[in-house]
Nanobody, 121 residues
Framework: QVQLVESGGGLVQPGGSLRLSCAAS????????MGWYRQAPGKERELVAQ???????NYADSVKGRFTISRDNAKNTVYLQMISLKPEDTAVYYC???????????????WGQGTQVTVSS
């Protein structure tokens, strides 16, 4: 079982910055890929950023150049650094841990409870 806890959300003005954190705990196996999704009310959950095979990253076009996903393995924590925030970035941001298909534990997704990001003046 995996537990994911997001933090760092809040209210920020357009053009501002926030850094989200996702602390992972429990029984975490490899391989796995962690990432961030977001969901606005009444909208579908969408991928924001994720780690991929080979240590790469994948970003939604809407956040490329503004958001950066990173991790601190010693702390079992994944981060999402967000700069130049726009009102359309307003959403609940969810941490995701994925066991890919073709692996023993996959396909399987674990989700945090989310942290609210509101970009407004």
């Amino acid at each position: 079982q995996v537990q994911l806890v997001e933090s760092g959300g809040g209210l920020v003005q357009p053009g501002g910055s926030l850094r989200l954190s996702c602390a992972a705990s429990g029984s975490i196996f490899t391989p796995n890929f962690m990432g961030w999704y977001r969901q606005a009310p009444g909208k579908e959950r969408e991928l924001v950023a994720q780690f991929t095979y080979g240590g790469g990253t994948n970003y939604a076009d809407s956040v490329k150049g503004r958001f950066t996903i990173s991790r601190d393995n010693a702390k079992n924590t994944v981060y999402l650094q967000m700069i130049s925030l726009k009102p359309e970035d307003t959403a609940v941001y969810y941490c995701n841990l994925r066991y890919p298909s073709g692996t023993y534990y996959g396909p399987r997704d674990y989700w945090g409870q989310g942290t609210q990001v509101t970009v407004s003046s």
